[in-house]
């Protein structure tokens, strides 16, 4: 399976235009988060997507609440909302939270989990946020990442890579925790290989 992956596009066209040239190389698309600079141009922003006929799967980023993204994805039949929610693609199963914070639902994670019986199936991870101590949630010298991301990685077997975004100067950085692959693919996309 081949996964075209971006993150933080904040309606740059050009940026854009590089999804669009990739999305026939991939099986399905990941957005983790920030499409849009604060929700303007959403509409036009989600049409265009819309366009490139593949499953695509969103996440919000910061710059996207969870309603709107939601009553927006709505609108498309192949983009999918998997904010808080689980998604099986080939069983390959994604499991997305968007914006900030992520302590409050690694418990609700973990219920969706064993209702699911996915014990043993691959889980790739899309939150907005990077986890801590990586290379993705560098700044300077210091750590700003997502320290309840890091746990949930390292206490759950099933993940195998971990896409998100946030911090633009991290753009086309990869990192790991365990053997998990973690990747922030940045606003013109990268293809993963699962």
Not at 9 to 27: C, G, M, P, R, W
Not at 77 to 92: A, G, T, V
Not at 140 to 165: D, F, P, V
Request: net charge positive; with cysteine.
């Amino acid at each position: 399976m081949k996964i075209l992956a971006f993150t933080d596009v904040h309606e740059n066209l050009t940026a854009f235009k590089q999804i669009e040239k990739k999305a026939y190389k991939s099986d399905l698309l990941v957005c983790a988060g920030d499409l849009t600079i604060f929700e303007t141009h959403i509409g036009p922003m989600m049409k265009k997507l819309s366009q490139i006929k593949k499953p695509i799967l969103m996440i919000p980023g910061n710059h996207e609440t969870p309603e709107v993204l939601k009553k927006y994805c709505s609108f498309y039949k192949n983009i999918i909302y998997i904010h808080k929610k689980l998604y099986d693609y080939k069983d390959n199963y994604f499991l997305g939270w968007g914006g900030g914070g992520f302590s409050q639902v690694e418990k609700e994670f973990e219920k969706l989990i064993k209702r699911t019986n996915i014990s043993g199936k691959k889980v790739i991870l899309i939150t907005h946020a990077p986890p801590y101590n990586t290379k993705l949630d560098m700044i300077g010298k210091q750590h700003y990442g997502n320290k309840s991301i890091t746990k949930y990685i390292r206490g759950n077997k099933n993940i195998i890579l971990h896409i998100c975004g946030h911090f633009h100067e991290q753009w086309g950085k990869q990192d790991k925790i365990n053997n998990v692959r973690i990747i922030n693919p940045g606003p013109k996309g990268e293809i993963i290989t699962i």
